[in-house]
């Protein structure tokens, strides 16, 4: 069951991940799609065992008979933007735009490590437009252990070009940046970006240079999660060099970063230079996010909701509340202004570059905020049995807190805890995806952010004690 996480499904090739476990999968998840429909959109990463486990998933969904759009190697967005599609297929499951009948996916699974290390892989799923997540897969998971192997049927994988409708698309909506003069380097960490990024930016005629571009599952240049510093080095020495802005991508494209000469611009931020283009929006931000991001667009006349951190959690709160734009910190956003409503990291990149070519200075906007000192995501070594059960003893400590603990105004729970304090906030969440806690600190001034991480650290130790009594 250690597989099946809050939004996705992921584990270690062979070790987890193997034939019958996933062509069980497969089988499961038939049955929770064909209610809406008969075709599934799948795509993978570049990860070497990709193309095998979407052979393990394919014998499944078609044993429980859903027909399978195969799109071959992809970003996680193009997987997205294929629920969103109608693709002409003949008699014979070929893609054929002149003699093929019209069909629509009700699902797409995505079979992607993401930024984890190479012998991970994982599978995110959207069934009728909406997430798989939470205790949905949970259900699922305890439902496939129960499963028997599957029949063995006769394979129906029609093969869709989804890349290049996706391409299309993306220059279509950015025709207006042709001749922008900036120089723009980009860094694909060897992911699957570079399959998407690099045309389109030659389509529009921009001056571009990237780095490790072509896909390579095994990342030999670096690791392939540009939330981490140590991974923008290479594209930061690109940038003093070329560049006037640049962009890193993660191994599966659905989160960015956003480097200028004086900032490397998270997620929160760039959710606050995205919304200056948006009448009125409504912007959910995850508990990471700095408040200076809540407090700053509720002055200028924004909704502004604070949630869950997830990107599942993120796309269901979105549809919920009607939301022009969600982020988290670590560089996923989320567009439904002019957009479907899913993270999408090479879209995000073409906005950001809107509002340079509309004159808007990034560096300049974002000096004009309040001074902050923010800490990193910090993380916390524990276990996958342990650390839920750590964020409830801390949330039972914090009834009676030490008498040196810092006074607390608040206490928000909406994700782990997020302490506010008198002149900042520190904030305690497990992983829902590996085995650590994340902790975030931040205040006016920067001996409080110190003070607010002792505090609450030494907390987390107390907690830890008193569960291995």
Request: hydrophobic share 40%; net charge negative; aromatic share 10%.
């Amino acid at each position: 069951m250690s597989i099946y996480r809050e939004y996705d499904i992921r584990g270690i090739f062979e070790k987890e991940l193997n034939e019958e476990t996933i062509t069980r999968l497969g089988y499961a998840l038939a049955d929770e799609m064909k209610g809406f429909g008969e075709y599934v959109a799948v795509g993978y990463d570049a990860r070497s065992h990709s193309p095998i486990l979407f052979e393990y998933l394919t014998a499944g969904l078609n044993a429980g008979g859903m027909k399978v759009l195969g799109m071959g190697m992809v970003p996680t967005p193009v997987n997205y933007f294929c629920n969103y599609q109608e693709f002409k297929v003949n008699a014979e499951g070929k893609e054929d735009p002149l003699g093929g009948n019209g069909v629509t996916a009700c699902a797409s699974v995505m079979i992607t490590g993401s930024h984890n290390p190479s012998e991970y892989n994982g599978f995110k799923i959207t069934i009728n437009k909406a997430p798989f997540f939470g205790e949905s897969i949970y259900a699922l998971g305890r439902k496939i252990d129960t499963l028997a192997f599957p029949p063995k049927v006769e394979r129906q994988v029609s093969e869709i070009d989804a890349l290049s409708r996706y391409k299309r698309f993306m220059v279509e909506s950015f025709g207006h940046l042709r001749g922008m003069s900036e120089r723009i380097v980009y860094d694909c960490g060897n992911g699957v970006a570079g399959l998407a990024i690099e045309d389109i930016f030659n389509e529009l005629g921009l001056k571009t240079k990237g780095i490790y571009v072509d896909p390579d599952g095994t990342f030999p240049n670096h690791h392939p999660d540009p939330s981490e510093e140590h991974n923008l080095e290479d594209i930061k020495k690109l940038l003093a060099s070329e560049g006037d802005i640049a962009f890193a991508y993660d191994g599966d494209a659905d989160r960015i970063a956003v480097l200028t000469p004086k900032n490397n611009i998270k997620g929160d931020m760039m959710a606050l230079l995205f919304a200056l283009k948006m009448k009125n929006p409504t912007v959910i931000g995850e508990v990471k996010c700095s408040q200076v991001m809540y407090d700053t667009l509720r002055e200028r006349g924004a909704t502004a909701v604070m949630y869950k951190t997830g990107h599942s959690n993120l796309k269901v709160k979105m549809k919920e509340l009607h939301a022009d734009l969600a982020c988290e910190v670590s560089g996923h956003i989320f567009f439904a202004d002019r957009y479907f409503g899913y993270d999408d990291a090479i879209y995000a990149t073409f906005r950001m570059l809107e509002l340079v070519q509309e004159g808007i200075d990034l560096d300049a906007e974002i000096a004009k905020l309040p001074q902050v000192f923010s800490t990193e995501e910090i993380k916390v070594k524990t276990t996958e049995q342990e650390k839920f059960p750590l964020i409830a003893k801390l949330k039972e400590l914090l009834q009676t807190p030490p008498s040196d603990f810092p006074p607390m105004r608040d206490i928000i729970d909406v994700d782990g805890v997020r302490v506010i304090f008198d002149k900042g906030w520190g904030l305690v969440r497990a992983s829902n995806t590996t085995p650590v806690l994340v902790t975030r600190f931040e205040s006016t001034e920067q001996a409080e952010a110190v003070r607010y991480e002792d505090a609450l650290n030494a907390l987390i130790q107390e907690a830890q004690k008193q569960l291995k009594v």
